[in-house]
């Protein structure tokens, strides 16, 4: 089944901030708000696929409802009472697609499989990582199963979300995992897998890794101090491998408490497993460092946390940017 083009000019297109901001008004489990709803079904009956998503979605939720609740003939009778009113904008009554009456993940993964954004962030999660059943360790994936899940992520990456992260992961470490098993007990050293990769990968990567570091990622910052410690994407540079192991405990030092309070236990013991890791690479680094490459360090130290933008790295990474959607 072929994705068609959407009918309506691109200033039409719901953006995806905008498209959940829409779904959230028009359904919470039945038909929350009519105008909302039938302002949905209009834009993914017309090729909208930001608003498809979403109304495969709720099409999917209804049918997994109990029967005696009749969501499904809730929204068959809305259809009904509304056809007159599911018009384009010049008046022609619109018709629903046929690929509504596929499976839910079939309809994303098309979409996905042509390269649109939202439906790629929903398909990327549904990759499941290898896990030993005994050791609960990353296993590697395969060369196509990684492949497909670095696709889906950068087509995620062009509608917004900020997954610079996650997609390092996936194309650095043999389970797209920073962290060794599936408790976060331990990281997985940035130096141990890279040998395959090219400069320009590795490049591409710091780069990844140097954005979300600035916006106050306490594990961008540890892999960038890896980064300069070992050389990798960036000339090696023990000073600023010290500087960014620094920053990374100044993050957790002044979050911790929080983080504690609102988190769940596996992201505790990530923050915990990071900050021992990040002792352990501070160390080793001041142990390489004389007394004037240290006072080097501390300057470079003073000089970099001016340049970080902020320290909220929960608010700014779930914040979508702005992106116009693709027809």
Not at 154 to 164: I, P, W
Not at 185 to 200: D, G, K, Y
Request: aromatic share 10%; glycine share 4%.
């Amino acid at each position: 089944m072929n994705v068609k083009k959407s009918m309506l000019s691109q200033r039409e297109l719901w953006p995806i901030k905008y498209s959940y901001k829409i779904k959230e008004r028009a359904w919470d489990g039945s038909i929350k708000d009519q105008d909302a709803f039938l302002a949905l079904v209009k834009q993914a009956w017309q090729w909208d696929k930001n608003a498809m998503v979403h109304y495969a979605f709720i099409l999917y939720e209804a049918e997994e409802q109990p029967e005696d609740r009749y969501i499904t003939q809730e929204i068959n009778d809305f259809l009904t009472k509304n056809k007159r009113r599911l018009v384009d904008a010049k008046g022609n009554l619109l018709e629903s697609p046929e690929l509504f009456e596929q499976p839910l993940y079939s309809v994303i993964a098309l979409l996905a499989d042509a390269g649109y954004p939202l439906a790629s962030n929903y398909m990327r999660s549904r990759i499941r990582s290898n896990v030993d059943p005994d050791t609960l360790a990353f296993l590697p994936l395969s060369e196509e199963k990684r492949d497909l899940l670095v696709r889906y992520t950068t087509n995620a990456l062009k509608g917004g979300f900020k997954l610079e992260l996650e997609l390092n992961d996936e194309i650095l470490f043999p389970g797209a995992s920073g962290y060794v098993d599936d408790n976060f007990s331990q990281m997985v050293r940035l130096s141990e897998h890279i040998e395959t990769l090219s400069q320009a990968d590795l490049q591409a990567a710091f780069n990844r890794f140097n954005a979300h570091a600035l916006h106050g990622s306490s594990y961008a910052m540890i892999r960038m101090c890896e980064a300069y410690l070992h050389g990798v994407g960036i000339k090696q540079n023990d000073e600023m491998a010290y500087v960014w192991c620094a920053l990374a405990d100044k993050s957790y030092a002044e979050h911790r408490l929080a983080e504690r309070d609102a988190a769940g236990w596996t992201e505790e013991a990530a923050e915990t497993t990071l900050q021992n890791y990040n002792q352990e690479l501070l160390k080793a680094i001041a142990l390489r460092l004389d007394s004037q490459r240290q006072k080097n360090a501390l300057l470079l130290l003073k000089q970099q946390e001016a340049e970080i933008i902020t320290w909220d790295y929960a608010k700014w990474v779930s914040t979508l940017l702005d992106v116009p959607p693709q027809p």
